[in-house]
């Protein structure tokens, strides 16, 4: 599987546009990008996932470069629950998707 | 629906002691999995059920057995417990065709 690159930790304003990145550079044609979040002792919470288009739902947006190499989460309006470690993931598709989580992003959201 | 629920929400066991997790789902889902979270470290996945009947290991699988008897349950049991295996244990389930995975809130379980 593709090893995947986050920064720790990252503050973003309330209202404002949060903006995560994730660096996939050994990913392959078949592998998606998941991402998931933690809020504070909490079970992880899907938010969106991605092959090569961009994609956007409810929660978020999935900017993926055209090389696939590295990929953004947009939260477009950040809120004080958005306050939570962010996990990116790469996985192929197959039948039993088998995630494997990395020490993601802590995100902070101040009012 | 209660979605994923786990039973119990907390547990301290001695070196030694067994234990089993319940982990319950409502949605019929097909797919089941075990994880664990050490403190501020990512999920790592324990075992794994594709379907009733079935169980397949997963990354750290060591120390603990799974049944997956009935389509809506999956147990973890811990034989022998070690302070090692003191962690928050998560379960998670998904429809077969789905990208998503729904979590329960957690176990925390600590070993002394």
């Known amino acids: 599987d593709a090893k995947t690159t986050q920064p720790p930790s990252m503050d973003c304003a309330e209202g404002r546009a949060a903006n995560l990145p994730c660096n996939h550079s050994?990913?392959?044609?078949?592998?998606?990008v998941y991402w998931y979040r933690q809020i504070h002792s909490q079970g992880p919470q899907y938010i969106i996932h991605g092959l090569k288009n961009n994609e956007t739902n409810e929660m978020a947006s999935l900017i993926i470069t055209e090389d696939r190499k590295s990929s953004t989460l947009i939260l477009p309006h950040a809120t004080l629950r958005d306050t939570a470690v962010y996990y990116c993931i790469v996985r192929p598709r197959s039948n039993d998707y088998k995630l494997s989580f990395g020490a993601g992003t802590t995100v902070t959201v101040r009012a | 629906n209660a979605g994923v629920t786990q039973t119990p929400k907390f547990r301290v066991l001695k070196t030694g002691q067994s234990m089993t997790l319940l982990c319950a789902q409502d949605?019929?889902?097909?797919?089941m999995y075990w994880y664990r979270q050490d403190p501020g470290m990512g999920l790592r996945l324990i075992h794994y059920?594709?379907?009733?009947?079935?169980?397949a290991k997963g990354e750290v699988p060591d120390g603990y057995n799974v049944s997956r008897l009935k389509k809506q349950n999956f147990l973890l049991g811990l034989e022998s417990a070690a302070p090692s295996q003191t962690s928050v244990y998560f379960c998670?389930?998904?429809?077969?065709?789905?990208?998503?995975?729904?979590f329960g809130p957690g176990t925390r379980l600590t070993v002394t």
């Open positions: 998670a389930s998904r429809r077969d065709g789905s990208y998503e995975q729904y």
């Open positions: 059920s594709v379907g009733e009947g079935t169980t």
């Open positions: 050994t990913i392959s044609g078949n592998e998606y």
């Open positions: 949605m019929n889902h097909e797919y």
